[in-house]
């Protein structure tokens, strides 16, 4: 399987294409792209410093979030009915190629 292609705005709105691994969440290709997500607590959804925002179009491709994800995400700064997710709960998908990701504010 290759490697999806994702477009990243960070926090200054500058723009990164990097490659995701079929083996990553979302939250490993950014962190391992060296953006600056956190992921304090290594992707056991048990914290939100690896809060996105997705585009609602894509947004809307995905399964429901977790009651532990969205507990986390309301409370998160920025928080978006229909965007937000935890990097750390996406698993790589074809369907997820060419994605745009938005980094939230840090907290």
Same mark, same amino acid.
């Given at each position: 399987?290759?490697?999806?292609? #994702?477009?990243?705005?960070?926090? !200054?709105?500058?723009?990164?294409?990097? !490659?995701?691994? +079929?083996?990553? &969440?979302?939250?490993? @290709?950014?962190?391992?792209?060296?953006? +600056? *997500?956190?992921?304090?607590c290594? %992707? &056991?959804? =048990?914290? @939100?410093?690896?809060?996105? /925002?997705?585009?609602?179009? *894509? $947004?809307? &491709?995905? %399964?429901?979030?977790?009651?532990?994800e969205?507990? #986390?995400? *309301?409370?998160?700064e920025? $928080?978006r009915e229909? %965007? =937000?997710?935890? =990097?750390?709960q996406?698993? /790589?998908?074809?369907?997820?190629?060419? *994605?745009?990701?938005?980094?939230? +504010?840090? !907290?």
């Amino acid at each position: 399987m290759s490697n999806n292609k #994702l477009t990243v705005i960070d926090r !200054e709105g500058s723009t990164h294409d990097l !490659e995701w691994e +079929p083996d990553q &969440t979302l939250m490993e @290709a950014l962190r391992d792209n060296d953006l +600056p *997500v956190l992921a304090s607590c290594g %992707g &056991t959804a =048990s914290c @939100a410093t690896c809060h996105v /925002f997705l585009e609602k179009e *894509v $947004y809307d &491709t995905l %399964g429901e979030r977790s009651e532990d994800e969205l507990e #986390l995400l *309301v409370e998160a700064e920025g $928080y978006r009915e229909c %965007g =937000s997710r935890l =990097s750390c709960q996406l698993d /790589f998908s074809r369907d997820l190629n060419g *994605v745009t990701v938005t980094l939230a +504010p840090e !907290e």
